[in-house]
């Protein structure tokens, strides 16, 4: 089933390529619109790899918004998401 997520932490370009790129091996084509905030990505899933896809997210540094994070946590996520922001501009 189709279904869209907002994340959080996705700035730019970069982000959305690590996304489209770190996500495709385990759940294939992932569409991550720029043009909303907060940021959305699309893809389709069944509703048993939710709860991977919140964990890959995590691991990547881009969140759901439904996420209750502690502050620590959320400290580390943002500065996960800068390490897969850098390196979705390189490979791109």
Known sequence: MIQTFEVENVK???CA???KTKL???FGEVEV???VTPRKITLE???DQ???LKEKLRGLGYPLSTDELSALQNVG???KSFVSCAIGKMDS
């Open 77 to 79: 996520v943002k500065a």
């Open 33 to 35: 619109d720029l043009d």
């Open 17 to 19: 390529n690590t996304l």
């Open 12 to 14: 730019c370009g970069g």
């Open 24 to 26: 495709k091996d385990i």
């Open 50 to 52: 939710i709860e991977a």
């Open 45 to 47: 899933i069944n509703d």
